[in-house]
């Protein structure tokens, strides 16, 4: 790093907030750290340790990205507990500039910058670099955005796109959705392609089929199903990868991203080689007379473990943003 003052990049989870320093004009990310969000009370506790972590100078510039709507002047967390107004947190962090995005809208920005290697093609013709994007992916919920291109760059969707409603497509569903309406009365797709929402999944499957619940954690269902040791757990983990493709394929129709789909987030880079044999990609071609379309996109997943820094280092000056 040079004697440049460095702008802070942050990606701000339901469970970790990232944080990073970049030079002006630069997506090239230093001193990346992560740190858990259930250590500190609110945003400004965790950017004050990681500042002093990182040996930072003066920083009065920031951009970060927020698993939550952003529009309002209070920022509202929707996996933590964290709660802030946009200008007594700048104030209070003593920053001249305090862009906030949300998460995967800096998740979409970031995916231009994502290198080759971190691109696993998982099926698809190829993409067209002159139209949309979708990136979506499940990790503590489930972000939804996408990329729409314009002359001379692109501009990024913020959606919500993680809380439409879950919409089965065969009878297991229809009990699957009954089963969840139960518990919570709504039952957006969040409720079934997240963390929790792989263990609602489990648990809505084990009742409906008398099955023993003998896990009890996302990752102990995800461990289970890897392993092969428990096909129960491995049926269900299929079922997840499915209704991705589903809703993937859905939000690709809608938005005519014939750019690729790029599935990001921290569940799926996690068992990447069951995924590509999963019913994802069958899932997301079957839409009736759609599918010679369907199977012309290109469909990625996104190993990058700091895509969302990137894209919250390119929103830092971006003016579409």
């Known amino acids: 790093m040079t004697n440049t003052p460095l702008a802070l990049v942050g990606d701000i989870g339901g469970t970790n907030a990232r944080f990073a320093l970049v030079e002006p004009g630069s997506v090239t990310l230093n001193s990346v750290a992560v740190l858990p969000c259930a250590d500190y009370d609110n945003l400004d506790g965790a950017v004050r340790d990681y500042l002093q972590q990182a040996g930072a100078g003066d920083v009065n510039r920031a951009c970060m990205a927020f698993a939550c709507p952003v529009n309002d002047e209070t920022v509202r967390m929707t996996n933590n507990p964290w709660v802030f107004r946009k200008t007594a947190m700048r104030e209070a962090l003593g920053l001249e500039l305090f862009k906030i995005v949300n998460d995967f809208t800096a998740m979409a920005l970031g995916v231009p910058h994502v290198t080759a290697d971190q691109l696993h093609p998982v099926g698809g013709g190829v993409r067209d670099m002159h139209r949309p994007r979708l990136v ?33 497509t065969d009878e297991l569903e229809v009990a699957v959705q009954q089963t969840l309406r139960a518990r919570f009365g709504r039952v957006s797709v969040e409720r079934i392609l997240s963390g929790q929402g792989l263990l609602n999944l489990y648990q809505a499957l084990a009742e409906i089929e008398q099955e023993p619940v003998r896990l009890h954690t996302p990752q102990a269902v995800t461990q289970a199903a890897l392993q092969q040791h428990d096909p129960f757990a491995r049926r269900v983990l299929r079922m997840f990868c499915e209704i991705l493709g589903r809703v993937a394929g859905n939000a690709a129709l809608t938005l005519g991203s014939l750019g690729g789909v790029y599935v990001c987030g921290g569940i799926v880079p996690r068992f990447l080689d069951f995924f590509r044999d999963s019913p994802f990609r069958v899932a997301f071609e079957e839409k009736g007379r759609m599918r010679p379309l369907m199977e012309s996109i290109p469909t990625y997943v996104v190993t990058e473990p700091y895509t969302g820094l990137l894209g919250a280092a390119e929103a830092l000056d971006n003016e579409e943003v």
């Not at 979506?136 to 913020?158: E, K, N, Q, R």
């Open 136 to 168: 979506i992916g499940p990790g503590t919920g489930l972000g939804v955005s996408a990329l729409v291109p314009t002359h001379h760059d692109f501009v990024p969707l913020a959606t919500e796109g993680g809380h439409v409603d879950f919409a089965p």
